[in-house]
């Protein structure tokens, strides 16, 4: 939603430090809200990891990741249904994925066009390695410990960090689940298969 506001807005409603603090307050959110159901866990690449730290059962990873999907997918339509008529204004009723008013980007990450392959690569999991790394010591009993409750609110201090230091090359993807539910619902909805090349 915060890219679709600076987007569409063409700047008038936002840039990349409104893009920047809505991701991260958007996480911090999420966390409060399924945190006490799933340990807050709305990214497959933190649940991936909690499994292989012994942290949740291999079991449920699968259903996690289902509803991680499921819920960036509607997320994306619950964005598009609320600035339909943005972006219907914004290019004329086109759903553009390139050009001088593609809107793709609005919902989920492309790479930058000097982006090479291997450094995007090398982008996304420096990225998710940081992430996991600070995700894992935040609730790490044995480090200083963050206030009872406050869990959330330093997680999306670091997503602050992570956009406004890892952001520029491919949007600072991190989650599988943000990123491919929203591309799955662009190409339904109107951009094509394009959203995929």
């Known amino acids: 939603g915060c890219v679709g506001q600076a987007v569409l807005s ?3 409603h936002g840039g990349p430090m409104t893009i920047s603090v809505g991701f ?12 006490g159901v799933s340990g807050g866990h709305i990214n497959p690449a933190v649940s991936l990891a ?12 699968p259903i996690y990741i289902l509803a ?5 997918f509607v ?14 204004e914004y290019s004329n009723g086109t759903l553009e994925v390139t050009g001088p008013y593609a809107t793709a980007h609005i919902f989920a990450t492309y790479p930058a066009p000097y982006l090479s392959l291997i450094n995007g690569f090398a982008d996304q999991v420096m990225s998710t390695a940081v ?9 790490d009993t044995r480090n200083n410990g963050v206030p ?9 201090l670091l997503i602050i960090v992570l956009t406004c230091s890892l952001g520029m ?8 689940a943000r990123d491919l539910g929203p591309r799955l619902f662009t190409a339904i909805a109107g951009w094509g298969m394009e959203v995929f090349t």
């Open 10 to 12: 063409r700047g008038a």
């Open 24 to 35: 991260a307050m958007a996480v911090t959110i999420a966390v409060y809200v399924s945190g």
């Open 50 to 61: 909690m499994c292989v730290a012994g942290r949740l059962k291999w079991t449920k990873l």
């Open 68 to 72: 991680q999907f499921l819920g960036a």
């Open 75 to 88: 997320g994306a339509a619950a964005v598009f249904g609320i600035y339909h008529d943005a972006f219907m």
């Open 131 to 139: 992430l996991l790394l600070v995700v894992f010591a935040i609730f």
């Open 148 to 156: 009872k409750g406050l869990e959330p609110v330093v997680v999306g």
């Open 169 to 176: 090359n491919s949007g600072c993807a991190m989650n599988p």
